[in-house]
């Protein structure tokens, strides 16, 4: 296993990307959230998981300040679309995968959600939504027409879980969604508890795994169950 810790430069801006690599023809892209990087539990676990599932990985290290994060949210999504976009880009010049998975938290599934998923990939692609932003009709919208295979993970006690958005989205037979009782955007239980937190994480990993393995032999979508 290799890990490359690269720098591109996007309108003069430096970004930084880190690639880790197997030898695996699927690669998984993953987006943060504004304060929840690589090093946090469901980064760096599912950056475990993707390993464990012989994927190469690359974290992109993006930093937005305040003053972008308050922009409408179509001008916060041209900005990480662009940058991520050149970021894939720059990843396949040199590397010819054959699937992708993107990943991403909070206002990391932006890119996923008002970008990557309004493109008609030539390429088989999944969708990992961790506490997504269905506040806005945007994001809600572009979920309701997306045909990409998809998984979501959100917790009953996030802002951003909105319980007739939730009911429209699950009658899509592309989608899943795992609700998570008590959890919050960080998926943490609250009030907190710290062993139920932890036995959170653990089944929000299997179930990205069941995803992952369930999906990369079937054509049909996500898992029934």
């Known amino acids: 296993m290799?890990?490359?810790?690269?720098?591109?430069?996007?309108?003069?801006?430096?970004?930084?990307?880190?690639?880790?690599?197997?030898?695996?023809?699927?690669?998984?892209?993953?987006?943060?959230?504004?304060?929840?990087?690589?090093e946090k539990p469901l980064f760096y676990y599912s950056t475990m998981t993707m390993l464990q599932n012989q994927y190469d990985v690359v974290h992109i290290h993006y930093s937005y300040g305040q003053d972008v994060i308050k922009f409408p949210l179509i001008d916060i999504t041209k900005i990480i679309v662009n940058d991520v976009n050149h970021i894939i880009t720059e990843v396949f010049k040199n590397h010819r995968y054959q699937e992708m998975v993107f990943l991403g938290k909070s206002l990391g599934t932006i890119p996923i959600i008002n970008g990557l998923m309004k493109i008609d990939m030539n390429m088989n692609s999944k969708m990992i939504l961790l506490t997504p932003l269905l506040k806005f009709d945007s994001i809600f919208e572009a979920l309701l027409s997306s045909n990409h295979s998809t998984l979501i993970v959100i917790g009953d006690k996030d802002p951003h879980y909105i319980?007739?958005?939730?009911?429209?989205?699950?009658?899509?037979?592309?989608?899943?969604?795992?609700?998570?009782?008590?959890?919050?955007?960080?998926?943490?239980?609250?009030?907190?508890?710290?062993?139920?937190?932890?036995?959170?994480?653990?089944?929000?990993?299997?179930?990205?795994?069941?995803?992952?393995k369930y999906n990369s032999n079937s054509a049909n979508g996500c898992d029934s169950s």
């Not at 290799?2 to 690599?21: C, G, L, P, S």
């Not at 009911?167 to 710290?194: C, G, R, Y």
Request: aromatic letters at 10%; glycine letters at 4%; hydrophobic letters at 30%.
């Open 2 to 38: 290799k890990v490359n810790q690269r720098t591109t430069f996007i309108n003069e801006k430096e970004v930084q990307y880190t690639h880790i690599e197997t030898g695996s023809p699927v690669v998984c892209f993953m987006f943060s959230g504004a304060g929840y990087t690589y």
């Open 163 to 212: 319980s007739r958005n939730i009911q429209e989205i699950e009658n899509k037979t592309n989608i899943k969604i795992e609700k998570v009782p008590n959890a919050n955007h960080s998926l943490d239980i609250e009030p907190f508890n710290t062993s139920k937190s932890i036995t959170v994480l653990e089944n929000v990993m299997k179930r990205i795994d069941k995803f992952l």
